[in-house]
């Protein structure tokens, strides 16, 4: 009984990766982890980076002991001296956060977008960053952005690094940026 019943799990096509799954899993996850209205763009680009982004990758950014939360973060207006989001739990959900979380800040100048494809470059960006552990490893350095650039075309996202480059990438003479520091 038992064993015909470990078969029936072995034998069944994968559960958890199928895409209507996987998107059901990331709509749970963005329920609970992400402040963005679900009709946004910003929320949009998050859903299909977290849809395509390879399926272990996936698992460990939104396993609840240590999800990524996504928030936003205010530039401009009164908001850009302080702001507050909340994040609901509902009754009966599993406790989240035991080995802590990663907060991702998404900044309103992200608007300039209007389509998802560059926004989906900064999201997997960040992704990577976790993904590669870059902040526990230390300061975020050139190095580590290359690499998590690397990443994200690895992951198949190359025209959204492009888009997200040319919309919102580093201006030369940008004291932040890379290429002002290599030289
Ligand atoms: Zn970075």
């Known amino acids: 009984m038992h064993l015909i019943f470990l078969l029936l799990l072995l034998f069944s096509p994968s ?22 209205p679900e009709d946004s ?28 939360i996504f928030t936003e973060f205010y530039d401009a207006g009164t908001a850009r001296f302080a702001s507050s989001s909340e994040f609901f739990v509902t009754p009966g959900t599993p406790p989240c956060c035991q080995e802590g979380f990663t907060l991702i800040k998404l900044g309103m100048g992200l608007g300039l977008a209007k389509t998802t494809a560059p926004i ?10 976790r993904v590669l552990e870059s902040i526990k490893k230390g300061n975020i350095d050139c190095q580590e952005e290359k690499a998590a650039n690397d990443l994200i075309r690895k992951w198949g996202f190359k025209k959204e690094f492009k888009e997200a480059s040319r919309l919102f990438g580093q201006k030369k003479g940008d004291p932040a940026g890379c290429q002002e520091r290599k030289r």
């Open 15 to 36: 559960v958890s990766a199928s895409p209507s799954d996987r998107a059901e899993a990331i709509k749970e996850h963005l329920y609970e982890f992400c402040s963005y």
């Open 120 to 129: 989906e470059g900064v999201v997997a960006h960040e992704i990577a960053h």
């Open 41 to 68: 763009l910003v929320y949009q680009a998050i859903h299909n980076v977290l849809q395509r982004m390879p399926y272990d990758d996936f698992v460990y950014v939104t396993n609840r002991q240590r999800p990524i």
